[in-house]
């Protein structure tokens, strides 16, 4: 799991690095929700709760996180704030490519912002 250098976190997120931290060790979190880049390139972005990412057929070695939220609801905030933003930003809603091009090494950067 690689995480985008300029990570977007909700407000109910307190401590980023441990949950980061908890996310590579497989360990459980009850109400952490995972903004990360679609696996299908013909998608953008997946919220995914983190219980799901337990299961053997998500990619997690692969996946990149882009944000994390404390529930449903903050997640799909995240994603209409992040929408806004690529769109004032380029003129364009291609928000997998504004991310890939705005996370440096491939997503492997370990800091984190707030959401936009």
């Given at each position: 799991m690689k995480f985008c250098s300029n990570l977007y976190v909700g407000e109910g997120i307190r401590n980023p690095e441990k949950v980061?931290?908890?996310?590579?060790?497989?360990?459980?979190?009850?109400?952490?929700?995972?903004?990360?880049?679609?696996?299908?390139?013909?998608?953008q972005l997946e919220i995914i709760h983190c219980g799901y990412l337990k299961q053997r057929c998500f990619d997690t070695e692969h996946m990149l996180v882009v944000g994390l939220a404390s529930s449903r609801q903050e997640a799909l905030e995240i994603v209409t704030r992040l929408a806004q933003k690529v769109v004032r930003e380029t003129g364009d809603a291609d928000i997998r490519g504004y991310i890939l091009n705005s996370c440096a090494s491939e997503g492997a950067g370990q800091r984190s912002g707030r959401t936009p």
């Open positions: 980061k931290w908890k996310l590579k060790h497989n360990a459980g979190q009850f109400s952490v929700y995972v903004i990360a880049l679609a696996a299908s390139s013909d998608d």
